[in-house]
């Protein structure tokens, strides 16, 4: 079951994908059982400090990880109620699961609110 060719491969999942619009965002939701998304603006930097952390998710986790500028699609801010940023949401199956607006979080913070948020094969807990 470890399978560590899968944890070497590179490919375009080993780093946040960037999302231009509401369109560009609703496909890349619909295109995995999980995507964990962040909300940024351009100069904030914490913002620009988790970058790396979700990076480093985007390799570990069974889940897809991008960034979007809401500024750039103003529909978006509305939408999914962006009052501060960083912001993350976590989607499963398409529809948002939960979100987080609590500035820098670590990386296994971060991790651990995905998994607890994510849907478990099993459950032995």
Known sequence: MGN???AKRPSSVD???R???EDDL??????SDVALVEFYTE????CRSMEPVLGNL???LDAAVGLINPRDDPPLVERFDVRSVPLFVLFVDGSPAARRADGF?????????VSENSPTPASGR
């Open 15 to 17: 780093r946040p994908a």
């Open 58 to 60: 985007a390799r570990e």
């Open 4 to 6: 560590s060719e899968s």
């Open 105 to 113: 979080i670590s990386g296994d913070d971060l991790a651990a609110w």
């Open 43 to 46: 100069g904030c930097g914490i």
């Open 19 to 21: 999302i231009t619009d």
């Open 26 to 31: 609703d496909a890349f939701i619909s295109g």
